[in-house]
């Protein structure tokens, strides 16, 4: 086989302009149906979607011809990626093109499901199931809300996710891996990857324990205690968020010290008439303050920033990159609410990413790792959210700073990330299971309810049973968008804050840093994403922080103060036991 470099470099060329092409046409078809999702352009989609497979195909079998043991590592490394194309690698056309039907009707049934309180009373998730479950305290109501979406979701899609599931066990339709879950850990380049995760996860399980404490403490007086099983479960649908991955639209409910002013500053964004425009505008601000790269012309014009009328569209958030260097795109529907605010900065922190790697060959423009392309907006945000931030944009006019206000700024942000941990590892427990065929179709909603309590220690408020699916009610598991990436970020995320605060010279607790106009953080930052996936993430790592490892010290650095408060608030009262209440047995 060819080993002559000369060659090798023309085929590199050749796939880098002809990629580009293949891929924007790829993204512009996927755009079409996401934003207006109807039957003629589902069946485009999957049509271009195989022409861009079985393309990949190709040029995979011609890289292959080459005997790269000689070139330079980058080199090297390009020929890697252009093999390395998944479930694009299927030889059958048949099945690739049944694998990508089955995918996109499972993201239409989710995008387009809507609770239904009575005949002529549907909603649809966003916003108006979202809203209730941030505003709500009527737990009877959030009960009929919790169960309508899984059975206008999950349990619709069982079927369907048995057929997809059959694609992604051995022998994996991905070449050279064991099956779909081994596909997606090679991503890190590491083959301890699922040990690090797990021992993180373990780290910080008492910082969770302890809040888990403190709110069911705080839950059972505002809706009494007949209503929580004795085993120390919450039930998951009081925890303000319809997959309880995160508590913080509770901050009323559960602040320290509730004469200070309350830190969800969505009631100033309504009185203050903010757009989504207008919120996306604060975190271009941001970037722009740190020396970045701002948006471009094109991604005001085409963006999607809120739900548009008279269609249907998949209202999950996402960034697009259409592999041009000048057309990227954020499509969400955006609700004027801090919560969107904080998701704002995260599809923005994707399009920094692309813009950042833009002038890399195709194949490098990626996240370091996929933690990397999750980090980089929640970085920004853990600055924006302070309340020396929130007060400089206007939105915490009557901020004093004290320790009782920095305890309840830390509870409001460990109801945001400390909360997210356990929901953030636990998916692709269940996932990988699922493609290593340990557990079995038979077993999904159980599989799924032994994660969900005994790692997340929530209950179902409802008996379930294998009639349901329940993780085919959140999002990523209808949209085959892996997880794992999120509990990485959530980790990496305050190793790059801390190295960020320490280069824009800030002192003092790591909590109350703000990077805002930092060009030297901005620099640091620049620098760092436009490698993107051109090298090892461990390499990426360093150069920002100086460590070659995933640490969770600065995670529990940041939250110190809060976990002695905690303990002292909590005494003895902590923890769940092991078995699942509720959980009904199949019938
Ligand atoms: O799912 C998302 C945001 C969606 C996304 O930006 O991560 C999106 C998911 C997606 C992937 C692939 C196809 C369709 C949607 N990811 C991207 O748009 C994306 C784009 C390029 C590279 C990598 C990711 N957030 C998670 C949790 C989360 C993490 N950080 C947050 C900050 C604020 C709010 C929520 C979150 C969730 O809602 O459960
Ligand atoms: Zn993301």
Redesign the pocket.
């Known amino acids: 086989n060819n080993s002559d470099v000369e060659e090798a470099s023309l085929f590199l060329e050749e796939y880098n302009n002809v990629s580009q092409t293949t891929f924007n046409r790829n993204m512009e078809a996927a755009w079409t149906f996401n934003t207006n999702i109807t039957n003629e352009n589902q069946k485009k989609m999957v049509e271009v979607q195989l022409e861009t497979d079985l393309w990949q195909q190709e040029m995979a079998n011609r890289a292959a011809a080459f005997n790269t043991s000689a070139f330079n590592a980058t080199m090297q490394r390009q020929f890697y990626k252009i093999k390395d194309i998944g479930t694009a690698a299927m030889t059958d056309h048949g099945k690739l093109q049944k694998l990508n039907e089955v995918l996109s009707d499972m993201e239409s049934i989710y995008s387009t499901g809507k609770v239904c309180f009575a005949e002529n009373d549907c909603k649809p998730l966003d916003p108006d199931i979202t809203r209730l479950f941030e505003t709500s305290r009527d737990e009877q109501k959030l009960r009929i809300a919790w169960k309508g979406w899984r059975d206008q979701t999950g349990r619709k899609m069982r079927d369907l996710y048995t057929t997809f599931h059959s694609f992604c066990v051995y022998p994996c339709v991905c070449v050279g891996y064991a099956d779909t879950g081994a596909y997606w850990r090679s991503w890190y380049e590491m083959d301890t990857f699922d040990q690090e995760v797990k021992r993180l996860f373990e780290q910080l399980k008492p910082l969770y324990e302890q809040l888990h404490a403190f709110v069911r403490q705080r839950l059972k007086k505002q809706y009494g205690a007949a209503i929580f099983p004795q085993t120390g479960h919450i039930p998951a649908h009081l925890l303000g968020n319809m997959w309880a ?2 508590w913080n639209s509770l901050q009323d409910l559960l602040m320290p010290f509730p004469s200070k002013p309350i830190l969800d500053v969505t009631e100033e964004m309504v009185k203050q008439k903010y757009t989504p425009r207008k919120i996306f505008e604060v975190s271009d601000d941001f970037f722009k303050s740190l020396g970045m790269i701002e948006m471009p012309f094109e991604f005001w014009n085409k963006s999607m920033l809120e739900r548009p009328a008279g269609r249907e569209v998949v209202c ?6 259409f592999y041009n260097g000048r057309d990227f795109r954020v499509k969400q529907c955006t609700d004027i609410t801090m ?1 969107h605010l ?2 704002a900065h ?2 923005m922190g ?1 399009i920094e990413y692309f813009l950042q790697y833009r002038n890399q060959p195709l194949v490098f423009r990626d ?1 370091a790792n ?1 933690g990397f ?2 980090a980089v907006g ?1 970085v920004i ?1 853990l600055s924006v959210e302070t309340p020396k931030h929130l007060n400089k944009i206007g939105l915490l006019p009557n901020y004093v700073e004290d320790n009782e206000t920095d305890i309840n700024f830390l509870m409001a942000m460990a109801l945001q990330k400390i909360a997210f941990l356990p929901f953030g590892y636990l998916i692709d427990q269940w996932r990988w299971s699922v493609f290593k065929g340990v557990t079995k179709a038979s077993d999904y909603n159980k599989a799924w309810w032994n994660l969900r309590c005994g790692l997340q220690g929530v209950s179902p408020p409802v008996p379930r049973s294998e009639e349901d699916f329940d993780p085919g009610a959140k ?2 598991i209808p ?1 085959n ?1 892996p997880y794992i990436r ?1 509990f990485v ?1 959530y980790v990496l995320q305050f190793q790059f804050h801390k190295a960020l605060c320490g280069i824009a010279g800030h002192n003092g607790p790591l909590h109350t840093c703000d990077i805002y106009n930092s060009s030297a953080a901005g620099q640091k930052l620049s620098a760092m994403l436009s490698k993107g996936s051109s090298q090892v993430w461990t390499e990426s790592l360093k150069e920002l922080t100086g460590q070659t490892t995933m640490s969770a010290q600065p995670l529990m650095d940041y939250f110190q103060p809060l976990l002695d408060y905690l303990r002292a608030a909590n005494g003895d009262e902590v923890g769940w036991s092991d078995d699942c209440p509720s959980f009904a047995d199949p019938l």
């Open positions: 991955q995160s999950h958030a996402s960034a697009w990159d919560d904080s998701t995260h599809e994707h996240g996929p392309h999750e929640d945000s999002y990523h949209g968008t999120y970020s």
